[in-house]
């Protein structure tokens, strides 16, 4: 399973910022997807995740409203797409993915690990 995020960049406060997440070595659907962030001096935590089987969608209260998730399967990526973004937002940002489908917040649950985007909110 390979997971490969890319998107990140400078983004001015209240601005909007595209993530995405391609996915390869496995059926795309048959499990759930997070982002996970992790800022300087911070712990890695939860942003946001998809059950790719239902669609069903979860986020951090830090992102809720801010935050949407969609996916194409076609390519099987998802995006991430950031709005109203706040310096607080500025992090690494991580997609993971778990053998379940059901989302989960913990970071311990997800197995698979692609690495970070960094993006950096300005003032």
């Known amino acids: 399973v390979q997971l490969q995020a890319s998107g990140g960049g400078l983004v001015q406060a209240g601005g909007s910022l595209r993530l995405s997440c391609v996915a390869s070595?496995?059926?795309?659907?048959?499990?759930?997807m997070g982002w996970f962030r992790q800022a300087p001096g911070k712990q890695r935590e939860f942003v946001a995740a998809?059950?790719?089987?239902?669609?069903?969608?979860y986020y951090a209260d830090s992102v809720l409203g801010r935050f949407t998730i969609s996916r194409d399967d076609a390519t099987n990526t998802v995006y991430p797409q950031m709005n109203s973004v706040e310096p607080a937002d500025t992090a690494i940002y991580y997609c993971?993915?778990?053998?379940?489908?059901?989302?989960?917040?913990?970071?311990?649950?997800?197995?698979?690990w692609g690495r970070g985007t960094l993006v950096t909110v300005s003032s």
């Open positions: 070595g496995r059926t795309f659907g048959n499990y759930a």
């Open positions: 993971a993915s778990r053998d379940s489908a059901l989302v989960s917040t913990r970071r311990e649950e997800y197995a698979y």
């Open positions: 998809i059950n790719l089987s239902s669609g069903f969608t």
